[in-house]
C-alpha cells in the first residue's frame, strides 16, 4: 500500500473515544474529537465550563454547567452594550452640535466670528443679526456646529398659488410698502419677485399648518380656509423635502441647508375677489401678532 493511500485511510479513519461514552474524564478525547455525527467536539468555551464543574457525573454537575453557561451570555451581552455605547459616543463627539440661542447678538457673533465669518462680512449683510437671533427664538433658524464650522438650517414651504385648475395664471409676491396717512400703501420698501407663497416652518410644525399660516399672514385669513390642491409636474408631495445646498441669500457668507416643501394650490374665493382687477393687481396688509401693522404686500397675477 502506498504512503498516499494510507494517509486517505488514516484520515477517513472514525474518531472512537478510547475509553467509550461513559469516560468521567472532562477533558477526554470524545469531548475533544468527538464521534462521528452522533457526538460532536465539545468547543474551547464548552470544555472551559466543563473543567470549572469538574466532572460529567458529579451530582451539582448539571446546575453547574447551567449556571456558567447564563454566566457566559451575561459576559457576551455586556460585551456588546460596551461596544455599542463606544459606537455612540464616537458618533455624538464627531457629529453635529445644536447652537441654542445665545443671550444676545455679541454672543452670537462672537460665535459666528470664532468658526470662521469675517466680522466685516456680517456687518454687510441684508439682515441684522437681531434677525438671525430672532429666527434661532423662533426655531425658524437652526445652528449646526459641525468640526469648527457652522451651518444654518432652514425648513420652508414654498407654495405656488394659480388663478385655477387650468394654471392660466400664478400669482406673484411683486413688492412690499410702508402706509401713507391715508392709511393706503405709501412708498415702496422692498423689491420682491416671489412665485406663490414662501414661508419658514417654525420648529416642529408640519408643512401643512405652515402653508396655511403662511397664507393667512400675507394674503388675508379668508383665503386660508378653502384651499384646493392641484398636483404639478411632476407630481408634488407637500410632505417630503426638497433638499438643497447653498449659501444663506439673507446672510452671505454662512452656508445654509434648505428643506423645502413644495406644493401648487388655487383658491377660488381669492381667484374671485382679485382675478378680475385690470391690471391683475392687488395690495393685502399683513399684521403683526399683536395685531399692530407690519407692511402692505402688493401681488400680481402673471400668465404662466
Partial sequence: M????????????????????????????IHVLGDGAKYRPKRKSTLKRMKKCLTRYAKTYKKCMKRERKKSQRRKKSRK?????????????????IIAPPANKTILEQILVTSGIPQ??????????????????????????????IKRLVKAVDIKVYNDETEGY????????????????????????????????????????AMKRGIKEELGDKYSKNIRYLKGHPTFDI???????????SYPGL???????RDEVFIP???????????????IKELKDDGAFKRWIKWEWRRT
Avoid at 81 to 97: A, H, Q
Avoid at 255 to 261: D, G, I
Avoid at 269 to 283: G, I, R, V
Wanted: glycine fraction near 6%.
Fill in 120 to 149: 466685516d462680512k456680517i456687518a454687510q449683510w441684508p439682515k441684522t443679526l437681531d434677525k438671525l437671533l430672532k429666527e434661532m427664538r423662533n426655531k425658524e433658524t437652526i445652528l449646526i456646529e459641525n468640526n469648527g464650522k
Fill in 269 to 283: 374665493e381669492l381667484t374671485e375677489n382679485t382675478f378680475y382687477n385690470n391690471p391683475k393687481t392687488f395690495f
Fill in 170 to 209: 400664478s400669482l406673484y409676491e411683486v413688492g412690499h410698502y410702508n402706509q401713507n396717512s391715508n392709511g393706503k400703501p405709501g412708498e415702496e420698501t422692498k423689491s420682491r419677485n416671489n412665485e406663490g407663497v414662501l414661508e419658514k416652518m417654525m420648529g416642529e410644525e408640519s408643512p401643512t399648518t
Fill in 2 to 29: 502506498s504512503k498516499t493511500c494510507k494517509k486517505i485511510k488514516r484520515k477517513n479513519k472514525k474518531k472512537i473515544c478510547c475509553v467509550g461514552i461513559g469516560c468521567p474524564e472532562w477533558k477526554h478525547c
Fill in 255 to 261: 452656508p445654509a441647508v434648505y428643506n423645502w416643501y
Fill in 81 to 97: 452594550r460596551k461596544k455599542y455605547r463606544k459606537r455612540r459616543t464616537r458618533k455624538k463627539y464627531g457629529g453635529n452640535k
Fill in 239 to 249: 410632505d417630503i423635502a426638497d433638499v438643497k445646498k447653498s449659501d444663506s441669500n
